[in-house]
């Protein structure tokens, strides 16, 4: 099982879709005690219309294009919502339901609209990713994590996904105290002279970041479900953020492994000819996760910061 065969077609996607929940997991903690969960669903489905424009422009899908058009609607689509919910002084939930219609409704237009037979960009694209197709051709076995030649051949999603992750880790530790104060009483940060503006955006657009380069890969259902399940599941286990936090990492790791594994071999342990949508079913086993943890978690008064 754990063979060459392993290495060349379920070792890179395993991996892509672990470290998208990652990516997701970690800022979703804050999304959630902030009431701001939705905004993860919000950006995972505009960066639609970015993907869309930026085909049209260049005529070819490659990464940094794509990433720059995603990047660029996910940006707008936080700056909107911010400024509804600032200056309009609608509901988060309300002004995060007018952004994420509108601009889902103009990418799915724009794709039906756009020639895009000779790619593969088309709605389930950007629903369920291409996860199962992101395999390392040149692998041979598990001495090609050596071999340069072959490393030249992983998956370009697979590095930038690296990448992603690690900046949010980084970001993250490096502002967690201001986060935290933010998150908890952001008046009291705003009186102690923290950018509480500046810091709520920030938040929004590493989210937006981490989505956008998870997007591709993973498809919008997994972004989804991973800033929002693993943090939530963690919420009913414990009352200390910190732990939380380490939980709702593991719980992310572990639904996208699993879900990734009975995806594959799961209708073949019970007979059936073909395997089902990774995508869906790690979404799934997240939401399993989420709705044991609320069933058996423990009740609790309140959450502490550290």
């Not at 200056?87 to 103009?106: C, D, I, K, N, S």
């Amino acid at each position: 099982m754990f063979g060459a065969e392993f290495v060349q077609f379920s070792l890179t996607p395993l991996l892509i879709g672990t470290l998208a929940a990652l990516a997701c997991a970690l800022p979703g903690n804050f999304l959630i005690l902030r009431r701001e969960a939705m905004i993860g669903d919000a950006i995972s489905h505009v960066v639609l219309p970015g993907i869309v424009v930026a085909f049209l422009i260049t005529g070819h899908i490659s990464t940094w294009p794509m990433m720059l058009g995603a990047g660029s609607a996910a940006l707008v689509a936080v700056v909107l919502i911010e400024l509804l919910r600032r200056y309009a002084r609608m509901e988060p939930g309300a002004a995060m339901g007018v952004v994420f219609t509108t601009l889902f409704a103009a990418g799915v237009l724009l794709l039906e609209q756009s020639n895009t037979s000779t790619v593969h960009l088309d709605v389930e694209h950007a629903l369920y990713g291409n996860l199962e197709s992101l395999i390392w051709l040149d692998a041979d076995g598990w001495g090609s994590l050596t071999d340069p030649q072959a490393l030249a051949g992983l998956p370009p999603e697979l590095p930038r996904m690296a990448g992603v992750t690690v900046a949010v880790f980084l970001l993250m530790g490096l502002f967690w105290r201001p986060l935290v104060l933010m998150t908890f009483d952001e008046g009291y940060a705003a009186a102690r002279g923290l950018p509480v503006t500046l810091l709520s955006l920030g938040l929004v657009t590493l989210s937006a970041v981490a989505a956008v380069a998870a997007f591709d890969a993973v498809g919008s259902i997994i972004v989804i479900a991973m800033f929002i399940c693993p943090p939530a599941t963690a919420r009913l286990m414990t009352n200390r953020l910190a732990t939380q936090v380490g939980l709702s990492l593991v719980i992310a790791a572990l639904a996208a492994i699993t879900g990734y594994v009975l995806a594959g071999y799961g209708p073949l342990w019970l007979g059936a000819a073909n395997s089902v949508s990774a995508a869906g079913m790690i979404a799934t086993v997240s939401g399993l996760f989420l709705a044991v943890a609320a069933v058996s978690g423990r009740h609790r008064k309140g959450l502490a910061q550290g």
